[in-house]
């Protein structure tokens, strides 16, 4: 019988991104593309262009007139962003499938969304450049539970429920169960996409910023931004309990828990204007 990480990592092994993603990545990773090569890999496939418009013309964005093509998206938008909002698309759409008695994906993108921004919103402050990759950063880094909720539902619906009663950090109880993490499992994921190393670091470490090295200060703001969602989401006061932020984040990022609560005030005002366009790709056939 295979193990619980065995079960887990197969299933991970069965996710892929789509070709046009893939390709659209190498393009972006290479220093001499084209914004037409950008607007072609995207083209490639109807559905990604279509989810990705959709994302360009939403309220968050605010941009004048519609968008109607993927060159222009990139025009105004820049290709890191066009392929970061890609990405996020790919992602919703792989996980399409999760069982909605085992988690209520509406809720889930409503927290990761609210990451997403969160950690954005923190890289500003701190003057990070493209803080806006800090955005993808913070909404992808719960994405281990995605699988785990998908290859062990019945066991991660238990360590979930058991980490909020408790009011416990969810990692700490996720090992002491199942003998693995949501964070570890993400990490996973991203590597075998082959994802760039923030995006990998940020999702293995943010519960445990200390454990970062290379991108600490990224890693920093996501432990800050998971943790203002998990506050919001869960109606549970930030700064307490399982959801004190490590002093060494605070200090990485150089906020205080007044400023990060007005951060959090400002992003809750701005995370249904994205939710609205992506949580229904989580329903996406």
Request: charged share 20%; net charge negative; hydrophobic share 40%.
């Amino acid at each position: 019988m295979p193990t619980l990480w065995e079960k887990v990592t197969s299933e991970a092994k069965l996710i892929s991104l789509p070709e046009a993603y893939l390709r659209l990545k190498s393009v972006v990773e290479r220093p001499d593309y084209e914004i037409t090569e950008i607007a072609d890999a995207v083209s490639t496939d109807p559905a990604l262009t279509t989810r990705v418009l959709k994302l360009v013309n939403s309220p968050y964005f605010g941009l004048a007139g519609r968008i109607e093509t993927v060159i222009r998206a990139v025009s105004m938008l820049g290709a890191q962003q066009i392929h970061d909002l890609a990405l996020t698309t790919c992602v919703a759409h792989a996980f399409s499938g999760i069982d909605p008695a085992h988690l209520d994906m509406r809720s889930f993108w409503r927290s990761s969304v609210f990451s997403g921004l969160a950690a954005q919103q923190l890289a500003k402050r701190r003057g990070v450049l493209d803080s806006e990759r800090l955005f993808v950063a913070g909404l992808l880094s719960d994405i281990g539970h995605l699988i785990l909720y998908q290859s062990v539902p019945q066991e991660i619906i238990r360590a979930v429920n058991l980490a909020r009663e408790q009011q416990l950090p969810p990692v700490e109880v996720e090992r002491e169960l199942l003998g693995l993490d949501y964070a570890r499992v993400g990490a996973v994921l991203m590597r075998q996409w082959q994802l760039p190393d923030s995006l990998i670091e940020t999702t293995e470490f943010h519960p445990e910023p200390l454990r970062s090295r290379k991108f600490s200060l990224e890693t920093s703001i996501v432990h800050i931004a998971v943790l203002l969602s998990r506050s919001w989401n869960e109606d549970q006061p930030f700064d307490q309990g399982a959801l004190q932020p490590h002093p060494s984040a605070l200090d990485s990022a150089n906020v205080s828990s007044d400023i990060c609560l007005e951060i959090s005030e400002t992003v809750e005002s701005e995370v249904d204007k994205l939710l609205e366009t992506l949580a229904p790709l989580s329903k996406a056939s």
